[in-house]
T-cell receptor, first 110, second 115 residues
């Protein structure tokens, strides 16, 4: 049974690097892993996507180990405005299923 | 592009009434998704369409819920009859051909309250 699991909450401080990990079993070779950010009263917003090794864009990095059973979103030098809920999403192509994790509530302190 | 458009933004209704939520995806996007979000259950996929055809509706709670996509630029999610436990924020999202169903663009959501 496909499942996407992530920690419920995390706390950090401004200027620190934050790593949020997502576990996803039964992931297939071509299944993509995507991360979203959500602020209160808004829809989720795309952050980054990948399916192997490492992907980096202007706001985050995504690390995916060889077995692909987990992935880590890395936010460098967070600020107060990064306080939000972060969701991991996997599209399980073999089952035509799309499963969001339960979300990680990230709180950044001054 | 204006992004994904949802209407209404807020809906308050009484138990037993029919509710219709509307969505206009981004032009050119082949996939359309309906989600429900609550504090207790988080973000749940209800149904998604590819080229106007429903692909997976296993997330639709029960027969009271139905979704249609009569053309590439419009979709509806209907609840009939509505119940208080249907109170939630309903999001519509769309994604581009060739990128599957992962890089989704979400609308602002419809906050539904059933009294």
């Amino acid at each position: 049974l496909a499942k996407t699991t992530q920690p419920i909450s995390m706390d950090s401080y401004e200027g620190q690097e934050v790593n949020i990990t997502c576990s996803h079993n039964n992931i297939a070779t071509n299944d993509y892993i995507t991360w979203y950010q959500q602020f209160p009263s808004q829809g989720p917003r795309f952050i980054i996507q990948g399916y192997k090794t490492k992907v980096t864009n202007e706001v985050a990095s995504l690390f995916i180990p060889a077995d692909r059973k987990s992935s880590t979103l890395s936010l460098p030098r967070v600020s107060l405005s990064d306080t939000a809920v972060y969701y991991c999403l996997v599209g399980y192509s073999s089952a035509s299923k799309i499963i969001f994790g339960s979300g990680t509530r990230l709180s950044i302190r001054p | 592009d204006a992004g994904v458009i949802q209407s209404p933004r807020h809906e308050v209704t009484e138990m037993g009434q029919e509710v219709t939520l509307r969505c206009k995806p981004i032009s050119g996007h082949d996939y359309l998704f309906w989600y429900r979000q609550t504090m207790m259950r988080g973000l749940e996929l209800l149904i998604y369409f590819n080229n106007n055809v429903p692909i997976d509706d296993s997330g639709m709670p029960e027969d009271r819920f139905s979704a249609k996509m009569p053309n590439a630029s419009f979709s509806t999610l209907k609840i009939q009859p509505s119940e208080p436990r249907d109170s939630a924020v309903y999001f519509c999202a769309s994604s581009l051909r060739g990128q599957g169903y992962n890089e989704q663009f979400f609308g602002p959501g419809t906050r539904l309250t059933v009294l």
